[in-house]
């Protein structure tokens, strides 16, 4: 192994620069992760966003397009998975029906010939950690979900691997069972003292069980951090929609401790974005303050709605300023009630906007034409001469969306929506995978085809 492959002490895995893609669809996207000994990582997305992929490659079971995978510092992007020191739990158990426990546990150990004696130790010392020790000779098929999953777990670790990679192993699990083997798995977890990589679109469950959180979106990750992190401080809107209830606002940092949004400026903690910049704002609903409406509050409103959730309730609130805001209180104010709102500078989180408007890349046709997103536009006349290349910025509300896709110059589909109090923020995802991004008061779902239009004079056009 060349020296320069060696990593620091510490890192079991390295993933460096691991993009994939399926025919002309990129699934990953410059992946770089680093994960300590010992960890117990979660990669944490939606559906579709690529975490399976990731784990697969991990596992050896696919390979990467580009980049490279590295454990305790050697390459290992070529090796097959079972010459990784690694093993996997899927979502199904897929346990051998026809074999009882002991004999699914002891499965890959006897392929290995290793001696009936050995084979056994491992085996109870397999079951022993996963608390199945008294269903040796049971069949597989009379267990429940959990017993078989914990059969499974025991299959993946008996020969004891340094990583173990389990992609949403609770997922068929009914909610109480879920939660008893998410106890479990942290448990185990301890004890084992390996490495664990878990897979789940389920932010709770990341939340209770990991010492570090990957989320990601699109074959990106978004965020890499501690549970606490990743819910306090999130980057982007992505995560702090993503991770728990948040109220995200469009605002405006004024300078240094001063931050506009919801109509009204409040004080804050956040410093650095410069005067006058767009931000965005997010607020968790439990660290809004609701009173019965009294002088000099931050923000007056109306609640529209109450739901009590076991705890506390969740109340919608209307401001004066016509934003909407979740709030959580442990006390009940009911819909119509005239409510004041407080937040504390500590509890207003500015994030820097990843982008301010929509910008192609576009080429000149003519004095009245570009092309952009593999489509010919109209656009007001010009200077530019033919083929020039040009940057087309569009802002987010000059983007219209039509139900009847037939009747957009593009066709798309909405692949994220982003209450923003007063407008949804969508991001559609076009048939040749570009991204626009629209803010609009109609209200879309998630997976809606629509066409696409955009007007000749709302199209900013410059030479690149
Ligand atoms: P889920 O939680 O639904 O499993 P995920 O985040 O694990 O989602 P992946 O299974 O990694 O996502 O899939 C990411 C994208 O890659 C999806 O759009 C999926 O359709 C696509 N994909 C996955 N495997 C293949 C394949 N073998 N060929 C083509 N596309 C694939």
Not at 77 to 96: C, D, E, G, I, S
Not at 243 to 265: C, R
Not at 272 to 277: A, H, K, S, V, Y
Not at 395 to 410: N, S, V, W
Request: aromatic content about 6%; glycine content about 6%; overall charge negative.
């Amino acid at each position: 192994m060349a020296e320069l492959n060696k990593e620091p002490v510490g890192n079991i895995i390295d993933i460096k620069h691991v993009s994939k893609w399926f025919g002309d669809k990129q699934v990953l996207d410059d992946v770089n992760l680093s994960v300590k000994k010992g960890e117990f990582v979660t990669i944490l997305g939606p559906s579709g966003c690529g975490k399976t992929t990731l784990l697969r490659i991990l596992a050896g079971f696919d390979t990467a397009t580009e980049g490279e995978i590295l454990i305790a510092g050697e390459d290992i992007t070529q090796t097959p998975p079972h010459k990784r020191p690694m093993n996997t739990v899927f979502q199904r158990y897929a346990l051998f029906p026809h074999l009882n426990v002991y004999d699914n546990v002891a499965f890959g150990l006897k392929l290995k010939k290793l001696k009936e004696e050995e084979i056994e130790k491992k085996v109870h010392r397999a079951l022993k950690m996963v608390g199945m020790t008294d269903y040796e000779h049971r069949d597989v098929n009379s267990l429940s979900g959990g017993q078989q999953q914990r059969v499974a777990i025991a299959r993946a670790i008996v020969n004891q691997p340094q990583v173990l990679l389990l992609d949403e192993p609770l997922a068929a699990l009914d909610l109480k069972m879920r939660k008893d083997m998410q106890m479990e798995l942290k448990e185990m977890h301890k004890t084992l003292g390996i490495t664990f990589i878990y897979v789940t679109h389920d932010q709770e469950e990341a939340l209770t069980l990991s010492d570090t959180i990957v989320v990601m979106s699109e074959g990106i990750i978004q965020q890499i951090g501690s549970p606490t992190d990743i819910y306090n401080e999130p980057e982007n809107c992505f995560v702090a929609d993503f991770i728990g209830e948040s109220n995200i606002l469009n605002g405006t940092m004024l300078k240094d401790k001063l931050v506009n949004f919801a109509g009204n400026e409040f004080e804050c903690v956040d410093e650095g974005f410069g005067e006058q910049m767009p931000v965005d704002v997010v607020v968790r609903p439990e660290d809004i303050y609701i009173m019965p409406q009294t002088e000099n509050a931050m923000l007056d409103g109306k609640v529209t709605s109450c739901i009590f959730k076991g705890v506390h309730y969740e109340m919608t609130v209307v401001t004066q300023g016509g934003y909407e805001l979740m709030v959580q209180d442990y006390h009940a104010f009911e819909p119509d009630q005239e409510v004041s709102l407080i937040i504390k500078p500590s509890d207003i989180h500015v994030m820097k906007k990843e982008r301010t408007c929509n910008t192609f890349d576009g080429k000149v046709i003519d004095d009245t034409h570009i092309e952009m997103l593999g489509e010919t536009f109209e656009c007001l006349p010009h200077d530019f001469a033919r083929d020039t290349e040009v940057t087309v910025e569009v802002d987010f509300d000059k983007i219209d969306l039509t139900d009847d896709k037939e009747d957009g110059k593009l066709e798309g589909s909405v692949q994220l929506i982003l209450y923003k109090g007063n407008i949804y923020h969508l991001t559609i995802v076009t048939d040749e995978h570009d991204h626009l991004y629209v803010d609009t008061n109609d209200v879309w779902d998630d997976g809606d085809m629509v066409g696409i239009n955009i007007s000749p004079e709302d199209l900013r056009i410059t030479k690149k």
